[in-house]
């Protein structure tokens, strides 16, 4: 069965810092590879996906993700972050018929 | 755009009570799902549906049962609530051929006393 791991349950930074959050999935088959933001309150949003072709995927709100097949690696950046993307972002993987998420990363973004 | 809404934002029942949490979509997705999210433990499945009348369990489906009676309704069915289902419930749905991109409602927030 696939697993996807979450390596930092939070990260703080300051506002119009660099980020990235890191995930790393098990599988030695091709995957889709997501990443979801939940915002206080709210349900699950999705940021961007990489189903094939480009390994560099851009996402809304200035995010994008590298997909990289031979560490099993789909990490998230953004170059300069601002409060409003305080949230907690999950990575998740396909498996047949469903998704398989991560412990999630929770970003706090400060003044 | 999609919209999945879930029955209520708060929930307080107590131990032993029935619980019925409703989950509706506008998108005539045939894929339909209800996870539990835990800090520190993410999503987990708990059941989906890929078309009416259909369920299949997920990764913790116990204590914990599904009704799929219209294409647009996904029930979530607690047949006697324990204070280990306090916790959020999420509900999504997804486009035929698309399982992978789900589209989630607000959240449940349920409290089991």
């Known amino acids: 069965a696939q697993s996807v791991t979450q390596l930092d349950s939070q990260v703080p930074v300051f506002e119009e810092a660099p980020v990235e959050l890191r995930c790393n999935y098990s599988s030695s088959v091709s995957v889709y590879l997501f990443w979801y933001v939940q915002y206080p309150n709210q349900g699950l949003q999705l940021l961007l996906k990489y189903l094939s072709g480009s390994t560099l995927v851009k996402g809304i709100n200035g995010f994008e993700a590298e997909f990289n097949k031979s560490q099993t690696s789909f990490h998230l950046r953004k170059p300069s972050v601002h409060i409003s993307d305080t949230a907690e972002y999950f990575c998740?993987?396909?498996?047949?018929?469903?998704?398989?998420f991560g412990a999630g990363t929770r970003l706090a973004v400060h003044p | 755009d999609v919209k999945v809404t879930q029955s209520s934002r708060y929930l307080v029942k107590r131990t032993g009570e029935k619980v019925f949490l409703e989950c509706v979509q506008d998108m005539d997705h045939e894929n339909m799902f209800w996870y539990r999210q835990d800090p520190g433990l993410g999503l987990r499945l708990i059941y989906f549906?890929?078309?009416?009348?259909?369920?299949e369990k997920g990764d913790i489906p116990e204590g914990y049962s599904v009704s799929r009676e219209k294409k647009e309704r996904f029930s979530l069915i607690l047949e006697s609530a324990s204070t280990n289902q306090t916790s959020m419930y999420l509900c999504?749905?997804?486009?035929?051929?698309?399982?992978?991109?789900?589209?989630f409602g607000p959240g449940t927030r349920l409290l089991v006393l």
């Open positions: 998740a993987v396909s498996q047949v018929r469903k998704l398989i």
């Open positions: 999504a749905s997804s486009e035929p051929g698309m399982l992978e991109t789900q589209y």
């Open positions: 549906s890929y078309d009416v009348k259909m369920k």
